[in-house]
């Protein structure tokens, strides 16, 4: 039996190939603790007093943000709501809600349930019956984004936590890079600030997807593991998979992306300063920055078809 090079005593779940680092159980969910918390200390992610809305969707990401979050600030520091987001999927998300809903309750933590449905009148499912031109996570990603910074405006919460990890960060820093989108480039980042929506914390950010499925199952945590099934069909996906196959020859390859584009954020944010001018969309009243918001934009689109 091999055993862990931090302990000497138990058996190894993990053996990391871009360290060489093999870790047993108690070890590995230590490890993965204290890098969540290094990472919320050095870019400043949590202050005394601060009020968390937790975008809790049930899945491993969100789940272990939220038992990190509660395990060392809660009590301490910060005050913690959930939300979850209900796309309207069928076959898919009810298990996650069920999940996310449980979980929340067995910590004694507010908790709402929002659907797509109750807020714009449509699921996702019938979304993209209408729709023939864009993709589903287009219209998932803003209507998804405006119910939650609503939420969290309702709240009062001050910061909005997500489950991104190290994977979804450098995807996201592939895809926008290669679409040339480097306006959006400049707002991924640890913590998204914003003087018109609800500032966004990435407390997973610099761990892999995969460690932090190990994470869950280590700490035996009840999650929701069935993927989407639009996943399959998106930009990201095929992204995610170009990495995937890139980090078996490459194991850092993500970390040094991720390091890389960090060198390089402040330069591009500085570019986009002044750029960001919102006023308010003369439907819903959120912020926008032309009259309408993307949100009214899509729902306008999809009820004329
Ligand atoms: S994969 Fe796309 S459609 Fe599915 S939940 Fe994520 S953003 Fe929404
Ligand atoms: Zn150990
Ligand atoms: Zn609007």
């Known amino acids: 039996m091999e055993v862990c090079s931090k302990c000497g005593n138990h058996k190894v779940i993990i053996k990391r190939k871009q360290s060489g680092q093999a870790l047993c159980e108690n070890c590995f969910i230590e490890n993965i603790q204290k890098k969540v918390i290094k990472t919320i200390k050095k870019e400043k992610l949590i202050d005394k007093g601060d009020k968390i809305l937790v975008a809790l969707s049930g899945g491993k990401d969100s789940v272990a943000v939220l038992d990190i979050l509660h395990t060392f600030y809660e009590k301490k520091v910060i005050d913690i709501s959930t939300v979850t987001i209900d796309e309207g999927i069928s076959k898919y998300r009810d298990e996650g809600v069920k999940i996310a809903t449980d979980y ?8 709402e349930v929002i659907s797509f449905k109750d807020s714009f009148g449509l699921t996702l499912d019938k979304i993209m019956k209408k729709s023939n031109h864009r993709g589903s996570c287009s219209y ?5 984004r405006w119910i939650i910074n609503k939420s969290a405006k309702k709240l009062h919460a001050n910061k909005i936590a997500t489950g991104h990890n190290l994977d979804d960060e450098t995807q996201a820093i592939l895809m926008n890079y290669l679409e040339g989108n480097i306006h959006n480039l400049s707002k991924i980042g640890p913590k998204i600030e914003s003087k018109v929506f609800v500032p966004k914390i990435k407390p997973l950010r610099e761990v892999p997807e995969y460690e932090i ?4 199952i280590a700490k035996n945590l009840n999650i929701h593991r069935a993927a989407c099934p639009y996943a399959k069909t998106s930009f990201r996906m095929e992204i995610s998979q170009i990495m995937k196959k890139l980090s078996e020859n490459h194991p850092t390859i993500m970390y040094s992306t991720l390091k890389g584009f960090d060198k390089i954020k402040t330069a591009i944010k500085n570019q986009y300063r ?17 009259s309408l918001c993307q949100v009214c934009s899509f729902l306008k689109e999809l009820n004329n078809k």
Do not use: D, Q
Request: glycine share 14%; net charge positive.
């Open 104 to 111: 929340a309750k067995e910590l004694g933590i507010e908790h």
């Open 140 to 144: 998932c990603g803003v209507f998804r």
């Open 213 to 216: 499925g190990l994470y869950g």
């Open 274 to 290: 002044n750029s960001n001018n919102f006023s308010r969309c003369k439907v819903c009243g959120e912020p926008s920055s032309s």
